[in-house]
C-alpha cells in the first residue's frame, strides 16, 4: 500500500524546523523591539545585554562575509544593515538617556570608560576621533565607492547579460531551464550592487550620528553636572565626558566592523571558495616572492639600530614557508617551465603530424576562433538592440527560436542555431541576414514604432516615414503609436518591428533552406530515419548512393519549395531510381512525382484545383529540343526572341494570377519541368513549375493562360535533342 506524499520540508540551513517556521516572526519582533527602544527607557543591565549583542551580532556578520562564496548570495546584507544602523543608534539613544539623567550607563560603557582609555578622557577623545576617521574618511568612503561603481557597470552590463543568455538559448546550447537560472543570478546580482549602493550611505550617515551624538552627550552632560548635580566643573567634565566617550566607542566598534565587512563584500570577486581560501591560496601561489620577502626582511634587521630579532625571526620563517612550498608542491607553483629533455624531444610530433586538441598552441586556438563562421547570422544597428532585450521588452530571440522551429516543422530542414549580434557599422535602424558571411538579406526597421501596410486600398494618408515592406515590396508607412488606431480602423495592416525582421527572416531561410543542410544535417536526419526504417538506410548506404548524393536531392527539392519531411518516401524512392542513374537532378525529379500528393496542396487554388498557366505544345516540343545537359546541370540554350518571347508572356500571366492572391503556377510536361524551372528562377523566384506527372490523379488544372508558340517558331524545323 503506497504511503502518502510527505509535504516539503523546509530547507536545511542548520536551523531549527521552528525557528526556520517562526523567523520572520522573530525578525518582525526584532523590529518592534528596535523602535521600542527610541522612546522606552531601558534598564542598565538590560542595556548592557544590548550592547553585547549589538557587538556579537557585528562580528557574526563579518565572519558570514568571510565564508561566503560569492557576494550576491548575502543578498540580505543591505537589509541586515539597516536594521543593524537603527538598532545602534536606538542603543544610543538609550546610553545618552542613562548618561544625562543617572550619570551612569551600565558596566559595558563604564569598563570602556576606564579599562579601555585608562579612566583618561583626552585619551579616549582622541582614539574616539581616530576611529571615526578610520571608519568615515577610509572604510566607508572607500566601500561606498566601490559600491557604486560596481552597481553602476552592473546595471550597464545587465541587457548585454540578458542578450547572451537569449542568444544561447535561441542557439540551443542552453535549455529552458538553464537560461532561467542564468538570468535569475543576473537580476539577483544587479538588484544586490543596488542595494549596496544605497545601503552605503547608511553606514557613512550612522558615522557622522556618531560624533553628533558624542559631542551632545559630552555637552549635555556637562551642563547638567554643573547646574543640575551641583559638580564642580573638572569633575562634571571627567564624569561625563568619560561615559560619553565610553558610548561613542561601544557604539563606533560595531559600526566599524560592519563597514570592514561591508567593504571586504563589495570588493570580493566571485571565485567559488570562501574569502580565506581564496586569500591563502593566492599568497602563497609564488613560493619565490616568499622567499624574496624573508631575504628582505633580515635585510631590515642589519640597519643600525634596528631590533634585529622580530625581523630575523619574520624573514626566517617567510624563507622557510617559501621553501616548503616550493618543494611539496612543485607542479602547482613550478616558476619555470622544465627544458624538453633528448628523450623528450625525440618523441615530439614531427612537423605535419596530427596533433591532440590538448597539445594545440595559443596561436592555433586563436587562429581556430578566428576562422570559425556561424552558418546564419542577424547583425542589428545601435538603434535595434531593445528588440533583443528581453529586459526592456524585446522578444526577438524568442521569436526567432519560433522561427527555427517552424521550418523545421514545414520543411522538415534542421536550421541551425541563428547568433544575433550588433554592428556598428550599420545605420542605426538597419539590419542584414548573413550566410555563412555574405549578406543576403536586408532591410531597415524603426524600434518603438509600427508599419502600417495599405493591403485594403485605403484612401487615408496616415503621418510617418514613407517605406517599402522588405518581404513582398509592398508600400507602407512607419507610424508613431498615437496613429496605429487610426491605420487599423481603415484598413491598414500593422505589424511591430520584430514582426518586420521575423517576417523578413522566414522568408530568407525559406528561400536559403537548401544552402542550410550540409552533409552533417543529412546524416543527422538518415540516421532518424534509421530508427523506425532500418532495412531502408542499410538498402540503400553504401551501396546504390552515398551521402553526398541523398544531399543533393534533398537539396534540389528544397531548392524549390517542395518539403522533405516524408524523408522515408523520398529515401524509397532514391533506392527505386539509383540502379538506372546516380545523377541528383534526376533523382530528384523521379522523386517529386513520389511525393505530388504531399505538396500539391500548397498551390491549389480551392481544394482539388490548380489554376496554372500552360504552354502550346509547339512550344513545349522546341523547347525539349532545347534542353542542354551536363554531368552536373541542366538547362534551356534559347535565342533570345525566344527567351524574351517566354519572359514577357509569363510575366503578364503571372501578374493576372497574382491579382487575388492565389499561387503563380506553371504545369508542362516532365521533360522540360527542371530546364524550364532552372531557366525562370532568376526572373521569378516565386513561380512554381510543376509537371503533370507530379499531380495527383483527383486534382485537376484549370487553365489561366496559354503562352503561345511565337511567330516563325512553328514553321521552323525542331532542333535536334541534345546528348545527354
Given at each position: 500500500m503506497s504511503q502518502p506524499a510527505a509535504s516539503a520540508a523546509p530547507a536545511d540551513t542548520g536551523l531549527s524546523p521552528l525557528f526556520q517556521r517562526r523567523a520572520d516572526l522573530v525578525f518582525t519582533v526584532a523590529l518592534f523591539a528596535t523602535v521600542m527602544l527610541l522612546i522606552m527607557p531601558v534598564p542598565d543591565l538590560l542595556l548592557d545585554g544590548l550592547l553585547a549583542i549589538s557587538i556579537g551580532f557585528s562580528l557574526l556578520v563579518l565572519m558570514v562575509v568571510i565564508y561566503v562564496k560569492d557576494p550576491p548570495e548575502f543578498s540580505g546584507f543591505p537589509t541586515i544593515l539597516l536594521a543593524f544602523t537603527l538598532f545602534r543608534l536606538a542603543l544610543n539613544i538609550c546610553t545618552t538617556r542613562l548618561i544625562l539623567t543617572q550619570g551612569h550607563a551600565g558596566g559595558v560603557i563604564d569598563s570602556f570608560g576606564r579599562f579601555v582609555i585608562q579612566g583618561n578622557y583626552v585619551v579616549g577623545f582622541v582614539v574616539f576621533i581616530i576611529l571615526v576617521l578610520i571608519n568615515f574618511v577610509v572604510i566607508t568612503k572607500g566601500a561606498g565607492r566601490i559600491a557604486e561603481v560596481s552597481a553602476r557597470f552592473t546595471l550597464d552590463a545587465l541587457p548585454g547579460k540578458q542578450m547572451a543568455i537569449d542568444a544561447e538559448l535561441n542557439a540551443g546550447a542552453i535549455d529552458e531551464v538553464t537560461a532561467a537560472t542564468r538570468r535569475k543570478k543576473v537580476q539577483k546580482e544587479a538588484d544586490f550592487y543596488g542595494a549596496m549602493d544605497g545601503a552605503s550611505k547608511f553606514v557613512r550617515g550612522e558615522a557622522v550620528a556618531g560624533i553628533l551624538i558624542t559631542l551632545v552627550n559630552i555637552l549635555g552632560g556637562f551642563a547638567i553636572?554643573?547646574?543640575?548635580?551641583?559638580?564642580?566643573?573638572?569633575?562634571?567634565?571627567?564624569?561625563?565626558?568619560?561615559?560619553?566617550?565610553?558610548?561613542?566607542?561601544?557604539?563606533?566598534?560595531?559600526?566599524?566592523i560592519v563597514s570592514v565587512a561591508a567593504g571586504v563584500l563589495v570588493t570580493r570577486a566571485s571565485d567559488n571558495s570562501n574569502l580565506g581560501a581564496s586569500v591563502g591560496r593566492q599568497l602563497t601561489a609564488y613560493p619565490r616572492a616568499l622567499r624574496v620577502v624573508g631575504v628582505m626582511m633580515m635585510s631590515f634587521g642589519l640597519l643600525p639600530g634596528m631590533p634585529i630579532l622580530p625581523f630575523a625571526i619574520l624573514g626566517g620563517l617567510a624563507y622557510y614557508a617559501g621553501r616548503q612550498l616550493a618543494r611539496q608542491r612543485p607542479d602547482e607553483f613550478a616558476e619555470e617551465p622544465p627544458a624538453p629533455s633528448a628523450a623528450a624531444k625525440s618523441a615530439a610530433p614531427a612537423?605535419?603530424?596530427?596533433?591532440?586538441?590538448?597539445?594545440?598552441?595559443?596561436?592555433?586556438?586563436?587562429?581556430?576562433?578566428?576562422?570559425?563562421?556561424?552558418?546564419?547570422?542577424?547583425?542589428?544597428?545601435?538603434?535595434?538592440?531593445?528588440?533583443?532585450?528581453?529586459?526592456?521588452?524585446?522578444?526577438?530571440?524568442?521569436?526567432?527560436?519560433?522561427?527555427?522551429?517552424?521550418?523545421?516543422?514545414?520543411?522538415?530542414?534542421?536550421?541551425?542555431?541563428?547568433?544575433?549580434?550588433?554592428?556598428?557599422?550599420?545605420?542605426?535602424?538597419?539590419?542584414?541576414?548573413?550566410?555563412?558571411?555574405k549578406a543576403v538579406g536586408r532591410g531597415s526597421v524603426f524600434a518603438g514604432r509600427w508599419m502600417a501596410m495599405n493591403v485594403g486600398g485605403s484612401r487615408v494618408q496616415l503621418r510617418g516615414t514613407p517605406c517599402r515592406e522588405p518581404v513582398f515590396g509592398l508600400d507602407a508607412v512607419w507610424i508613431e503609436e498615437s496613429e496605429r488606431k487610426v491605420a487599423e480602423l481603415n484598413g491598414y495592416t500593422v505589424v511591430?518591428?520584430?514582426?518586420?525582421?521575423?517576417?523578413?527572416?522566414?522568408?530568407?531561410?525559406?528561400?536559403?533552406?537548401h544552402l542550410l543542410l550540409g552533409r552533417q544535417d543529412v546524416q543527422t536526419l538518415v540516421d532518424h530515419v534509421k530508427t523506425t526504417h532500418p532495412a531502408l538506410v542499410s538498402e540503400l548506404l553504401p551501396d546504390l548512393v552515398?551521402?553526398?548524393?541523398?544531399?543533393?536531392?534533398?537539396?534540389?527539392?528544397?531548392?524549390?519549395?517542395?518539403?522533405?519531411?516524408?524523408?522515408?518516401?523520398?529515401?524509397?524512392?532514391?533506392?527505386?531510381?539509383?540502379?538506372?542513374?546516380k545523377n541528383p537532378d534526376d533523382l530528384s525529379e523521379l522523386v517529386r512525382r513520389r511525393l505530388g500528393m504531399y505538396f500539391i496542396g500548397e498551390y491549389e487554388s480551392r481544394p482539388g484545383v490548380v489554376r496554372a498557366l500552360t504552354l502550346d505544345p509547339r512550344l513545349e516540343q522546341a523547347l525539349a529540343g532545347r534542353v542542354h545537359r551536363s554531368p552536373g546541370e541542366v538547362g534551356l540554350a534559347?535565342?533570345?526572341?525566344?527567351?524574351?518571347?517566354?519572359?514577357?508572356?509569363?510575366?503578364?500571366?503571372?501578374a493576372s494570377l497574382t491579382e487575388g492572391g492565389g499561387p503563380a503556377v506553371v504545369v508542362v510536361g516532365a521533360?522540360?519541368?527542371?530546364?524550364?524551372?532552372?531557366?525562370?528562377?532568376?526572373?521569378?523566384?516565386?513561380?512554381?513549375?510543376?509537371?503533370?506527372?507530379?499531380?495527383?490523379?483527383?486534382?485537376?488544372?484549370?487553365?489561366?493562360?496559354?503562352?503561345?508558340?511565337?511567330?516563325?517558331?512553328?514553321?521552323?524545323?525542331?532542333?535536334?535533342?541534345?546528348?545527354?
Amino acid at each position: 500500500m503506497s504511503q502518502p506524499a510527505a509535504s516539503a520540508a523546509p530547507a536545511d540551513t542548520g536551523l531549527s524546523p521552528l525557528f526556520q517556521r517562526r523567523a520572520d516572526l522573530v525578525f518582525t519582533v526584532a523590529l518592534f523591539a528596535t523602535v521600542m527602544l527610541l522612546i522606552m527607557p531601558v534598564p542598565d543591565l538590560l542595556l548592557d545585554g544590548l550592547l553585547a549583542i549589538s557587538i556579537g551580532f557585528s562580528l557574526l556578520v563579518l565572519m558570514v562575509v568571510i565564508y561566503v562564496k560569492d557576494p550576491p548570495e548575502f543578498s540580505g546584507f543591505p537589509t541586515i544593515l539597516l536594521a543593524f544602523t537603527l538598532f545602534r543608534l536606538a542603543l544610543n539613544i538609550c546610553t545618552t538617556r542613562l548618561i544625562l539623567t543617572q550619570g551612569h550607563a551600565g558596566g559595558v560603557i563604564d569598563s570602556f570608560g576606564r579599562f579601555v582609555i585608562q579612566g583618561n578622557y583626552v585619551v579616549g577623545f582622541v582614539v574616539f576621533i581616530i576611529l571615526v576617521l578610520i571608519n568615515f574618511v577610509v572604510i566607508t568612503k572607500g566601500a561606498g565607492r566601490i559600491a557604486e561603481v560596481s552597481a553602476r557597470f552592473t546595471l550597464d552590463a545587465l541587457p548585454g547579460k540578458q542578450m547572451a543568455i537569449d542568444a544561447e538559448l535561441n542557439a540551443g546550447a542552453i535549455d529552458e531551464v538553464t537560461a532561467a537560472t542564468r538570468r535569475k543570478k543576473v537580476q539577483k546580482e544587479a538588484d544586490f550592487y543596488g542595494a549596496m549602493d544605497g545601503a552605503s550611505k547608511f553606514v557613512r550617515g550612522e558615522a557622522v550620528a556618531g560624533i553628533l551624538i558624542t559631542l551632545v552627550n559630552i555637552l549635555g552632560g556637562f551642563a547638567i553636572g554643573v547646574f543640575q548635580m551641583g559638580l564642580s566643573l573638572p569633575e562634571a567634565l571627567q564624569k561625563f565626558t568619560l561615559l560619553s566617550i565610553g558610548d561613542g566607542l561601544v557604539s563606533q566598534i560595531p559600526a566599524l566592523i560592519v563597514s570592514v565587512a561591508a567593504g571586504v563584500l563589495v570588493t570580493r570577486a566571485s571565485d567559488n571558495s570562501n574569502l580565506g581560501a581564496s586569500v591563502g591560496r593566492q599568497l602563497t601561489a609564488y613560493p619565490r616572492a616568499l622567499r624574496v620577502v624573508g631575504v628582505m626582511m633580515m635585510s631590515f634587521g642589519l640597519l643600525p639600530g634596528m631590533p634585529i630579532l622580530p625581523f630575523a625571526i619574520l624573514g626566517g620563517l617567510a624563507y622557510y614557508a617559501g621553501r616548503q612550498l616550493a618543494r611539496q608542491r612543485p607542479d602547482e607553483f613550478a616558476e619555470e617551465p622544465p627544458a624538453p629533455s633528448a628523450a623528450a624531444k625525440s618523441a615530439a610530433p614531427a612537423a605535419g603530424s596530427p596533433a591532440s586538441p590538448s597539445s594545440a598552441s595559443p596561436i592555433a586556438e586563436e587562429f581556430r576562433r578566428v576562422i570559425d563562421q556561424d552558418v546564419f547570422a542577424i547583425e542589428v544597428g545601435y538603434g535595434l538592440l531593445s528588440l533583443a532585450d528581453a529586459g526592456r521588452g524585446g522578444d526577438l530571440l524568442g521569436r526567432i527560436t519560433g522561427v527555427r522551429k517552424t521550418l523545421a516543422r514545414e520543411r522538415g530542414v534542421i536550421v541551425p542555431p541563428i547568433s544575433v549580434r550588433d554592428n556598428l557599422e550599420l545605420e542605426s535602424n538597419d539590419y542584414r541576414f548573413l550566410l555563412r558571411g555574405k549578406a543576403v538579406g536586408r532591410g531597415s526597421v524603426f524600434a518603438g514604432r509600427w508599419m502600417a501596410m495599405n493591403v485594403g486600398g485605403s484612401r487615408v494618408q496616415l503621418r510617418g516615414t514613407p517605406c517599402r515592406e522588405p518581404v513582398f515590396g509592398l508600400d507602407a508607412v512607419w507610424i508613431e503609436e498615437s496613429e496605429r488606431k487610426v491605420a487599423e480602423l481603415n484598413g491598414y495592416t500593422v505589424v511591430d518591428a520584430a514582426s518586420v525582421i521575423v517576417t523578413h527572416l522566414s522568408e530568407v531561410l525559406k528561400t536559403s533552406a537548401h544552402l542550410l543542410l550540409g552533409r552533417q544535417d543529412v546524416q543527422t536526419l538518415v540516421d532518424h530515419v534509421k530508427t523506425t526504417h532500418p532495412a531502408l538506410v542499410s538498402e540503400l548506404l553504401p551501396d546504390l548512393v552515398n551521402l553526398g548524393i541523398i544531399q543533393r536531392v534533398l537539396q534540389n527539392l528544397l531548392r524549390e519549395g517542395v518539403p522533405v519531411l516524408a524523408l522515408p518516401v523520398i529515401l524509397e524512392g532514391v533506392a527505386d531510381f539509383a540502379p538506372s542513374s546516380k545523377n541528383p537532378d534526376d533523382l530528384s525529379e523521379l522523386v517529386r512525382r513520389r511525393l505530388g500528393m504531399y505538396f500539391i496542396g500548397e498551390y491549389e487554388s480551392r481544394p482539388g484545383v490548380v489554376r496554372a498557366l500552360t504552354l502550346d505544345p509547339r512550344l513545349e516540343q522546341a523547347l525539349a529540343g532545347r534542353v542542354h545537359r551536363s554531368p552536373g546541370e541542366v538547362g534551356l540554350a534559347l535565342d533570345p526572341v525566344l527567351g524574351r518571347h517566354l519572359l514577357e508572356h509569363l510575366s503578364r500571366g503571372v501578374a493576372s494570377l497574382t491579382e487575388g492572391g492565389g499561387p503563380a503556377v506553371v504545369v508542362v510536361g516532365a521533360e522540360i519541368r527542371l530546364p524550364l524551372r532552372r531557366f525562370l528562377e532568376p526572373s521569378f523566384p516565386r513561380v512554381a513549375v510543376i509537371a503533370y506527372q507530379e499531380l495527383p490523379a483527383s486534382t485537376e488544372v484549370e487553365n489561366a493562360g496559354i503562352i503561345p508558340v511565337p511567330p516563325g517558331l512553328a514553321a521552323a524545323p525542331v532542333p535536334a535533342r541534345a546528348a545527354a
